[in-house]
């Protein structure tokens, strides 16, 4: 009798578990991946295996131009909330994009109008963007994987956060990425719960 309730616990233990995977997977969005300009395919095919391994609903498209109301000449820059704003509007409701560049961007941050950022995402939102100009040389692929995940925390719902280790850290105008070692607990537990597969 015992070994019978045993078995009966197990297996309804197993349709729970069962339960929670699909639910998980009916949460996450299909990321998609949309290089600009002249970002390489082969560093949009990277950027596609790694983010594979927390969501395998990812996309890559084909390389478009930068939509021509982004480029702000007085300082010859891209402006990454006209560019943010353009993506959003290609996708579907289901999904969330990431632009992909190597061309220097900025956004306005509080009274300044036009700040250089690495990045730039909507919280929470359809899209962001990021651009590899800003980072380090030595660093740049394992950094640019940060960058990604950031941005993507943001169109989460994620904040910044003050732990200096996590992937949320705010960048307060400088390049702390080599600092970031991965998400805190905290911020881990959101994204999971969003669909995130994270260990």
Known sequence: MKYGIFILLFSLCGCINKRDNENTVKNQKVLVIQPLGDFE???????LTE?????????????????????????????????????????????????????????????????GVMGLGYMPGKAC??????????????????????????????????????LMRDAGGGNPLNEEKDFCKSCKSFL??????LI
């Open 51 to 115: 983010i594979k391994t927390i969501n395998p609903n990812v996309v890559l498209r084909q390389n478009i131009d930068f939509p021509e109301n982004s480029f702000y000449k007085p300082r010859n820059i891209y402006r990454a909330d006209s560019i943010i704003k353009n993506l959003k509007n290609n996708i579907g409701s289901d999904s969330v994009i990431v632009g992909l560049s190597h061309l220097d961007i900025s956004a306005t941050k509080n009274n300044i109008k036009d700040w």
């Open 192 to 197: 999971k719960n969003k669909g995130w597969q």
């Open 41 to 47: 395919p082969k560093q949009s095919q990277k950027v």
């Open 129 to 166: 963007f990021v651009s590899d100009f800003r980072l380090s040389k030595k660093h740049r692929n394992s950094q640019f994987y940060k960058l990604v995940l950031h941005e993507l925390g943001h169109t989460a719902g994620l904040p910044h956060c003050k732990i200096k280790t996590c």
